[in-house]
């Protein structure tokens, strides 16, 4: 079965650090990689996707993440760190099976920004 | 375009009742997908509606179950609510095997 491991349940960094947030998926094949961004009570916005092709792929607001085969890991980055980025960061691992998308995601990583 | 929407936005049951949470998808998406998100944890998939038939399934009990109108709505009943039924719940919608697009969620509180 597919599953996402984010090791680090919270960071702190100071503003204008950079971030990077590991995500580790255990899959046969190659999946669709996705990172999704929640603030308090919101639902889940969407910072970036990977399905195939070149392995960095850029994403809203600044994020970037990079997809290595050889460690199973698709790592979230971001150069410069913003105190609005403060949230909980979630990796998603997609399956897709004769047409059917299951959504399997990590437990998170809260992120603390401090000034 | 409004995006997913999803009503209402709190909700406060006791043990026992059934619940109904409602959700409209994004406008030229056919596929509805609900989550659970439990305080502190990951959202867990509860399942997909695609032509109004329920097309894949998560670790849910029976007492989970949905429905896809025409127009794409989609509703999870819950009944006998459980205290361990309190969580945010989240709709998602697609196209194809496009990306998901999440709403706010609603906030299921179980007394």
């Known amino acids: 079965a597919q599953s996402v491991t984010q090791p680090d349940i919270h960071i702190t960094v100071s503003e204008g650090a950079s971030l990077e947030l590991r995500c580790n998926y255990s899959y046969g094949a190659t999946p669709y990689l996705f990172w999704y961004v929640q603030s308090p009570g919101q639902g889940l916005q969407l910072l970036l996707k990977?399905?195939?092709?070149?392995?960095l792929v850029q994403g809203i607001k600044g994020f970037e993440a990079e997809f290595k085969r050889s460690q199973s890991s698709f790592n979230l980055r971001k150069p410069s760190v913003h105190w609005s980025d403060a949230a909980e960061y979630f990796c998603?691992?997609?399956?897709?099976?004769?047409?059917?998308?299951?959504?399997?995601f990590g437990t998170g990583t809260k992120l603390q920004v401090i000034p | 375009d409004a995006g997913v929407t999803q009503s209402p936005t709190h909700l406060i049951k006791t043990r026992g009742q059934q619940v109904t949470l409602r959700c409209s998808p994004k406008s030229g998406h056919d596929t509805v997908s609900w989550y659970q998100q439990a305080l502190g944890q990951g959202p867990q998939f509860i399942f997909q509606?695609?032509?109004?038939?329920?097309?894949q399934r998560g670790n849910f009990p029976d007492r989970f179950s949905g429905h896809q109108f025409p127009n794409y709505s989609s509703e999870l009943n819950v009944n006998a609510l459980l205290l361990g039924d309190s969580a945010l719940y989240l709709c998602a919608s697609s196209f194809g095997r496009a990306e998901q697009y999440f709403g706010p969620g609603t906030r299921l509180t179980v007394t």
């Open positions: 998603a691992v997609v399956l897709n099976s004769g047409g059917y998308q299951k959504v399997t």
């Open positions: 990977y399905f195939s092709g070149d392995t």
């Open positions: 509606y695609y032509e109004e038939e329920e097309r």
